[in-house]
């Protein structure tokens, strides 16, 4: 773009051997800077300027030694600018086509009614690395010889909840492996496992301390992922259109 005649009356930021860099190239960068997050100082254009020059004056150098004439070079600068137009013509379609309130609420709200119903827990758990020590440790919980916090500090094989009493907080079963959630969700508030769980992991011995309805967030929390997932959605749907349309051989 920088080799782009320039109108006489056009105003220059400055001039690299004969060829001159106009102003409206400088606000376009620094307006593309903004965007970012950058701020729109004088320090910032006074950069943007000195990048600007550096840069003309390689590309001038580069053309003066035949680099762009290079096959590879050729096809690099070709790529890029697929690239360049591919992103445009995302862009632009997603600014003619936005992501609606309406639509926002429609996915949170199927989102909200999938997951009614689901419980979150407040467990506790021992792993051990064999079935009979996880038996004796269940059977000794049991006849009230320990507690479920003081076996767990002592035996437990698990370094992040073990000196905790075995306390994994609340959470829902999905955050655990299967074998695992599948024994929780199985269980009572108040319940011991009877017998010990297997997993890739070892033997769990697992309780319940509590259970209750699993909150969903508020709209405004999630609304910035269903957006991104939204438009995410909208543009592969605008892809697989513009290649259904497209006639390939």
């Known amino acids: 773009a920088l080799t782009i005649?320039?109108?006489?009356?056009?105003?220059?930021?400055?001039?690299?051997?004969g060829q001159?860099?106009?102003?409206?190239?400088?606000?376009?960068?620094?307006?593309?800077?903004v965007e970012q997050g950058a701020q729109d100082t004088p320090e910032l254009r006074t950069q943007v300027k000195q990048e600007m020059v550096n840069r003309l004056v390689a590309v001038q150098a580069a053309e003066?030694?035949?680099?762009?004439?290079?096959?590879?070079?050729?096809?690099?600068?070709?790529?890029?600018?697929?690239?360049?137009?591919?992103?445009a013509l995302m862009a632009d379609y997603l600014e003619k086509n936005p992501v609606t309130d309406q639509q926002v609420q429609a996915e949170y709200d199927k989102?909200?009614?999938?997951?009614?119903g689901t419980k979150e827990y407040k467990l506790r758990h021992i792993l051990v690395k064999e079935k009979q020590e996880a038996d004796d440790l269940i059977a000794a919980l049991k006849a009230k010889k320990t507690t479920f916090e003081a076996?767990?500090?002592?035996?437990?094989?698990d370094p992040g909840s073990g000196q905790n009493g075995g306390d994994l907080g609340w959470g829902l079963t999905s955050?655990?492996?299967?074998?695992?959630?599948?024994?929780?969700?199985?269980?009572k508030k108040g319940e011991l496992t009877t017998e010990p769980v297997q997993?890739?992991?070892?033997?769990h011995i697992i309780q319940v301390d509590d259970t209750r309805d699993a909150k969903f967030p508020d709209l405004a929390e999630v609304k910035p992922q269903i957006e991104e997932m939204l438009r995410k959605q909208q543009l592969a749907q605008f892809q697989d259109d513009l290649m259904k349309k497209a006639t390939i051989k």
Not at 199 to 203: I, V
């Open 5 to 17: 005649a320039v109108p006489a009356w056009a105003e220059t930021i400055a001039t690299v051997n």
């Open 20 to 33: 001159a860099i106009p102003k409206e190239k400088l606000d376009q960068f620094v307006t593309l800077l």
């Open 64 to 87: 003066k030694a035949g680099v762009d004439k290079k096959p590879l070079v050729q096809q690099e600068l070709e790529l890029a600018r697929q690239g360049i137009l591919v992103r």
């Open 111 to 116: 989102f909200k009614q999938a997951q009614a």
């Open 151 to 157: 076996a767990a500090k002592e035996k437990s094989q």
């Open 175 to 187: 955050n655990y492996v299967p074998e695992f959630a599948s024994a929780v969700e199985k269980m």
């Open 199 to 203: 997993s890739q992991f070892g033997w």
